[in-house]
């Protein structure tokens, strides 16, 4: 997996000499994942988001980069307000969102440069879970739990078997997945007769939410990039 000192990686990607982008970096003129580094051994990880001379360039072959969506943005370039104006300081133009989150649907939105990771991880024979939280309009009960688990017949379509975790209050629940339908989580709980109050996606495969702060988004390290990779079967090929 690759990690590099900041001087090389710059020299390698046409920024100018050893000696010279060591300047640039000395200056004050290079960040690292937004912050100014003044060190040019620094060691620079997989995905990093870098920017020289207040210029963002993309360190890698490819960039992952994971949002915290709030509700009320549309995952969609054209539509507004876009998933899209949240990712300033990424090269947006070159990150696709892997499957969509509803207007109203808050949580984990991952973008990435990598066009066969995305379809591996969209794609339903890969079974990558998708877990998220649910509030409902009433409780869920042990039969909703066994019709999920049983693969619900959704408009003459058999769901994969589906996860759903009962805690002390039956109205607020996790379930996981192992595809991702269109409108799947509200059209699940609707089909035996609740409603979904709110939703929001809290991990996709190995990757968690975690802390991320609403609207802010940030690069995968390179840890969670490779958990990615090995969860869809591209562990060990070069990202
Ligand atoms: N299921 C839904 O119904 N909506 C989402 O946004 C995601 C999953």
Redesign the pocket.
């Known amino acids: 997996m690759g990690v590099e000192r900041l001087d090389r990686l710059l020299a390698r990607l046409g920024l100018g000499s050893r000696k010279e982008v060591g300047r640039l970096i000395r200056r004050g003129q290079v960040r690292v994942g937004g912050a100014v580094v003044l060190d040019p051994g620094f060691k620079v990880g997989e995905g990093a988001l870098l920017e020289v001379e207040g210029k963002p360039i993309r360190a890698f072959r490819h960039l992952h980069v994971l949002l915290h969506k709030p509700g009320g943005y549309v995952?969609s370039r054209t539509e507004g307000p876009s998933v899209y104006a949240l990712l300033q300081g990424f090269p947006t133009r070159d990150l696709s969102p892997v499957?969509?989150?509803?207007?109203?649907?808050e949580g984990l939105l991952l973008f990435t440069t990598h066009g066969e990771l995305l379809h591996r991880l969209t794609h339903p024979r890969h079974k990558v879970e998708?877990r998220?939280l649910v509030h409902l309009e009433r409780p869920a009960t042990p039969e909703d739990q066994r019709a999920f688990q049983e693969g619900l017949l959704l408009e003459g379509e058999r769901l994969l078997p589906a996860k759903l975790v009962l805690g002390e209050d039956p109205t607020r629940v996790e379930l996981v997945?192992k595809e991702?339908?269109?409108?799947?989580?509200?059209?699940?709980f609707a089909q035996r007769g609740n409603r979904?109050l709110y939703?929001k996606?809290l991990a996709l495969g190995p990757l968690e939410l975690g802390d991320l702060p609403v609207g802010a988004a940030r690069a995968l390290s390179p840890e969670e990039a490779a958990a990615l990779y090995q969860a869809v079967g591209l562990g060990g090929k070069n990202p």
């Not at 969509?100 to 649907?105: A, E, S």
């Open positions: 995952t499957g969509r989150l509803d207007k109203d649907t998708k998220y997945l991702g339908r269109y409108h799947q989580v509200k059209r699940m979904v939703l996606r």
